[in-house]
């Protein structure tokens, strides 16, 4: 006969935290109520949460998210964590058996934060076979269409999300897998503004902007120059996904464990044009004076390939290691553009009436990069200390093309103005100026000879160590005392500006200053020190007196290092006129 005997560990009264943390179970996370299986959805029970992955009030891009303790961020910056770009999930929360939420640890293991260490441990399987398949749905049937006296038409929504997960033995207590699989679609109304079909007041949902003016308008592209506009209405917003993650475990022997995981994520969504006037005149949708059409939106991509392995090792009775190596791909471009045709802001009473050719920024909007991680501790042992030694490293690369405006942007007083100029167009291709006089022509070409676009290489390499001493001068009291340095080395892939170089400014003192547009930050040490305790008064009470002070550092939102190498006037060039007849219009958007 056979006793077994099963405990858990409770995670507020353990004796080896010392800063402010919180640990979500499988339980939890299958218990919470939830709609997005996004990370955030359990993460809100960390009581410093301000919501959107934010904690303690801190930028959520300067968090550390990892996965199984592999590095999985949002690197560049353009968003707080993977899945951000597209609002879905890059790993499913059916995936994660624990989620751990690090304010403040004064373990100097943990690094490359200021916000929070947030950290997902997978599942893993064991020598029993389990399985699950779900399906769920959400549609427009749940939606009020009342808000108070006034009709809301919501439109036609649907969402779903099927898939499942598995595990279990392929060697009996030596090697074990688990699988996820999920494939969601959400498709809900582009747009709820509608068209006005004449006579109608403007307000609500309705606009002002006629449906034969915009009727004609789509038939006159078509027809003279094969252009198709898409719908100005009724037309749906679609945010397709597919995840999966494999993960094995395999017990090479007493010694010896070693974990693969790989995780897949491909993604896209729909989102509306810009409404910025930086390109154009903005304002262009979502009010009751604009309407754009279709194609004159944009999608983004989010698409992830990440793979990690650990090996835990015990190298002797009092000696253990563990090496983690990771690599990931993610990229975050804008989805290719159909056909490409210039932008075209039509005014009204000097505020847009309607938008059509391709979105002012998604032309050649390319984002992809990529990092290596390496980390590998080495623990020993002894009667009274646990002394810890470490290293990290982490290759960045990226390569960001923003070239906002390079299809051309023509800007036109009204309709009329426009049929004018694309009639004088269709009499006379060769013409040098327009018959009417255009509010705004703007267009940015590429300034750097053999240069296809106008790509911001950055390259860092990221190094840390650590060494810390967990003290135990009693059975009732532990003391951390550790130290961490990390430093950022940042490649040389800016570009010169000899005009810019040239010039001579003022510091703080008054002095004569010259800055160089390719200089990109010095290496510098950033120092962590940290010091911890925790101290059981009262352990039968379950009363503990635990704290500690230390430093925290992280790596920037790369997008600002990245802005400084194509925000410094030599990859493009640009050019704006008002009120001018020396830019015609013409179909081909390179012709400027």
């Known amino acids: 006969e056979s006793v077994t005997v099963s405990g858990t560990a409770d995670p507020v ?12 179970t499988r339980q939890e996370i299958a218990s919470l109520p939830q709609l997005s299986n996004r990370l955030e959805s359990v993460t809100r029970l960390t009581p410093q949460s301000g919501g959107g992955m934010s904690f303690g009030g801190v930028d959520n891009r ?3 998210i990892t996965i199984d303790g592999s590095a999985f961020n949002n690197s560049f910056g353009l968003a707080g964590q993977p899945g951000d770009r597209t609002g879905v999930a890059p790993i499913s929360l059916n995936a994660i058996e624990q989620v751990q939420v690090n304010i403040a640890p004064y373990d100097v293991r943990q690094g490359n ?3 929070a260490g947030v950290n997902s441990v997978t599942r893993s399987g064991t020598n029993q076979f389990r399985g699950m398949l779900f399906h769920q749905m959400r549609n427009d049937s749940l939606v009020g269409t009342d808000a108070g006296p006034n009709p809301y038409n919501p439109g036609e929504f649907t969402f779903r999300n099927t898939g499942g997960w598995v595990s279990g033995p392929i060697v009996e207590n030596k090697l074990f897998f ?36 915009l009727d004609a308008l789509s038939s006159f592209l078509s027809t003279n120059f094969n252009y198709q506009t898409g719908a100005y209405e009724g037309y749906p917003g679609e945010t397709p996904a597919m995840r999966f993650l494999i993960k094995s475990d395999y017990n090479l022997n007493n010694s010896n464990k070693f974990t693969f995981r790989y995780n897949h994520l ?9 409404n910025s006037s930086s390109l154009g005149f903005g304002s262009r949708r979502s009010n009751t004076t604009g309407l754009n059409f279709e194609n004159s939106n944009y999608t983004i991509l989010e698409n992830i390939r990440s793979g990690a392995g650990e090996w835990n090792s015990i190298w002797s009775d009092t000696i253990a290691n563990n090496l983690l190596v990771a690599y990931s791909y993610h990229d975050e ?15 009204e009473g000097n505020t847009v009436y309607t938008t059509f050719g391709s979105e002012p920024f998604t032309p050649n909007n390319e984002l992809r990069y990529k990092s290596l991680f390496i980390k590998n501790d080495v623990t020993k042992f002894a009667d009274k200390h646990s002394f810890v030694g470490g290293v990290s490293f982490q290759r960045y690369e990226s390569e960001n093309v923003f070239f906002p405006g390079s299809q051309s942007a023509y800007v036109y007083r009204s309709l009329a103005d426009f049929y004018a100029d694309a009639n004088g167009y269709l009499a006379n291709p060769n013409r040098t100026t327009s018959p009417v006089s255009l509010r705004r022509f703007q267009v940015r070409w590429a300034n750097i000879p053999g240069m296809e676009k106008p790509v911001q290489p950055l390259e860092v390499n990221y190094f840390g160590a650590y060494a810390q001493d967990d003290w135990r001068p009693r059975s009732d009291l532990s003391i951390t005392l550790g130290v961490r340095l990390d430093v950022p080395v940042f490649a040389e892939t800016g570009f010169a500006n000899p005009i ?3 010039l001579t400014f003022r510091d703080e003192d008054g002095n004569a200053v010259q800055y160089q547009t390719e200089k990109l930050p010095d290496p510098a040490i950033l120092w962590s020190p940290r010091v911890g305790f925790n101290w059981a008064l009262n352990p039968e009470r379950g ?7 230390g430093i925290f550092t992280g790596p920037p939102a790369y997008v600002w290092i990245s802005n400084q190498i194509g925000e410094n006037g030599m990859l493009t060039g640009f050019e704006q006129l008002d009120n001018t007849s020396a830019r015609p219009f013409n179909p081909n958007p390179h012709y400027y």
């Open 113 to 115: 934060f200021i916000g």
């Open 500 to 502: 810019a170089n040239a």
């Open 543 to 549: 009363t503990q007196l635990r704290g500690g002070t």
């Open 62 to 64: 300067l968090n550390n």
């Open 178 to 213: 688990f699988g996820n699989y999920e494939n969601e679609l959400d498709s809900r109304p582009g747009t709820t503004f509608r068209a006005n079909r004449g006579g109608e007041p403007a307000g609500g949902q309705v606009t002002r902007v006629l449906a034969s003016d």
């Open 333 to 347: 471009s804008r989805g290719a553009l159909e056909t490409l045709f210039p932008m075209v802001d039509i005014l």
């Open 266 to 274: 491909n993604s896209d969504t729909d989102v509306l044009a810009s």
């Open 13 to 24: 009264f353990s004796s080896t935290r010392t800063g402010a943390a919180t640990q979500i």
